[in-house]
């Protein structure tokens, strides 16, 4: 049982290109993340998709864009990447985010990303 | 605007002592709030939930309480290890739309625990 994977781990990119992290899960959650983790700023909300077929922004969603291709996998674009994108990116899951729901995240192991 | 703040600078202590960290969030009412441990070079890993009508909740060595009053978190760590050395965070939950509830990440407290 993997939980949340994320790929890739590691990667370095010039200003401007363009790139995609992949995250999946398997544990059968309706509800996915992408934060971004930078020194003394904590986790902060890129995008979330609360159950398939829909996406919504979080609070740090400008030069981001998110597919939900499935049920288990939630992808984030950067288009054009920019040195300010430098960070840790983290996928989470979880089973909901409505109502009562009080579900803990199922983080993935993070993807180390420089822009140069 | 909401905020959460918890100390960003590290907390040293003695093997076997209580390690007690901080959570204060202001500007909401959360319902709900979550503690996490995370590892250097890992992911956060889910301990403790707390909800806004219980005072206290407890896990092994691991206690939480959550004074809505004072809108204040506490996490206490008795007998400490060595091994309890990691960042803490804390995430209240955050009603962002009808359809959801979001956690809020505090920055984190670094606990180094010393045999």
């Known amino acids: 049982n993997a939980g949340v994977t994320q790929t890739p781990k590691f990667q370095v990119l010039k200003t401007g290109q363009s790139m995609t992290l992949q995250c999946a899960q398997d544990m059968n959650h309706n509800s996915m993340y992408w934060y971004r983790q930078d020194p003394g700023m904590g986790l902060r909300l890129i995008y979330y998709?609360?159950?398939?077929?829909?996406?919504d922004k979080g609070e740090v969603p400008n030069g981001y864009n998110v597919s939900r291709l499935n049920k288990r996998e939630f992808s984030l674009r950067l288009e054009s990447a920019a040195p300010s994108q430098t960070s840790v990116y983290f996928c989470?899951?979880?089973?909901?985010?409505?109502?009562?729901?009080?579900?803990?995240?199922?983080f993935g192991e993070g993807s180390r990303l420089t822009v140069l | 605007s909401q905020k959460i703040e918890q100390n960003s600078e590290a907390l040293n202590i003695q093997e076997g002592k209580t390690a007690t960290l901080t959570c204060n969030y202001t500007n909401y009412s959360p319902a709900y709030l979550q503690w996490y441990r995370q590892d250097p070079g890992r992911g956060p890993v889910f301990l403790l939930l707390?909800?806004?009508?219980?005072k206290e909740k407890r896990k092994e060595r691991l206690k939480v309480t959550f004074d809505t009053t004072l809108k204040q978190s506490l996490f206490h760590i008795t007998a400490s290890q060595p091994a309890d050395s990691a960042t803490y965070l804390c995430?209240?939950?955050?009603?962002?739309?009808?359809?959801?509830?979001?956690?809020?990440f505090g920055g984190g407290t670094r606990l180094m625990v010393k045999p």
């Open positions: 707390i909800r806004e009508n219980e």
């Open positions: 989470a899951s979880s089973y909901g985010t409505g109502g009562s729901s009080t579900g803990e995240l199922f």
């Open positions: 995430a209240p939950r955050v009603r962002v739309s009808n359809a959801g509830n979001m956690l809020t």
């Open positions: 998709s609360a159950s398939e077929g829909t996406t």
